[in-house]
C-alpha cells in the first residue's frame, strides 16, 4: 500500500536503548540462582554490542543498574558489582579493538574507589572509539539524573551566572549525564513487563518502545533485528501530521 510505504521511517535506529529485564525469571524458572541469569545476561550484551555495525546501530545505552536496584539482597547486589568489574576488565581490550567508545551514565558517588578507578580507566582507554557509543546506565535513575541537573543549574542560577529566563530545553539537556549523546531512537524491554522503571526519562520523550516477551539471556541478534525491521515502520510525528 502506497499509504504504508508513506509511513514507513526513513531513518533507521542509530540510538538503541535497551531495559535488560528478566535475568532474574529465566534463571529461576531453569532452578538456578538469580545471580546465574545475571551471568548470562553478560553473555547477551556481548553479542549485543557485537551486532551494533551489521545493524546500523551507532549508540547503545544498556540500563544495567538502577538507583532502586540497591533495595535487593546485599548477596545479590554484590554479585551485580562483581559482574560489572569483571565486565569492565575482561572487555575493554577487545572494546578498543573493536573502535568502541564505553561511557557510564548514573551516580559514581555510591560505588567503591576501585571500581570507579575501573570505570575512568575503561572510558579513558576507549575514548578514541569511533565505530560504536557504548553506554552503561548504572546506579541510574532518570529522576536522580534530573535531581543532579537541577541542582547545578541552582548553583549556576543562584551565583548569578544564568538568569532563570536561560533555563531552557537545551540547557537542561546539556546538564544530564547523556549531554554527549543523541536522544534514543528505540527502546526495547526485554521481560514482558512494560514499564521505563526510572530509565531515561527526559531523553525518551519521543523514543519509539519495544516491548519484548522474552528474557534477557534469550535476546538475541533475530530478536534485535525484528524490533529494528519494526522501528522502521512505525510513523513518528513528533507531535506534528504525517504528510
Ligand atoms: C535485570 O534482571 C537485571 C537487573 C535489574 C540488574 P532482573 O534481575 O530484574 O530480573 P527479573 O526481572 O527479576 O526477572
Ligand atoms: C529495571 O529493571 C532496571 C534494569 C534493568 C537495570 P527492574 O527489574 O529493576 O525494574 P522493575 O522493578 O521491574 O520495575
Ligand atoms: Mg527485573
Known sequence: MANSRAKRNVTQARHVAMIMDGNG???????LPRLFGHKRGVETVRDTVKACP???VTHLTLYAFSTENWKRSADEVSGLMRLLRRYIQKEVASLVEHGVRLRFIGRRDRFTKSLRALMDMAENRTARGTKLNLTIAVDYGGRDEMIR???TIARRVASGELSPEQVDEDLITAHLDTADLPEPDLVIRTSGECRTSNF???QAAYSEYDFLNINWPDFDRAAFQASIDGFMTRDRRFGAVSK
Open 54 to 56: 551489521d545493524l546500523g
Open 200 to 202: 531515561l526519562l527526559w
Open 149 to 151: 541537573a537541577v541542582q
Open 25 to 31: 525469571r529465566w534463571a529461576t524458572a531453569r532452578g
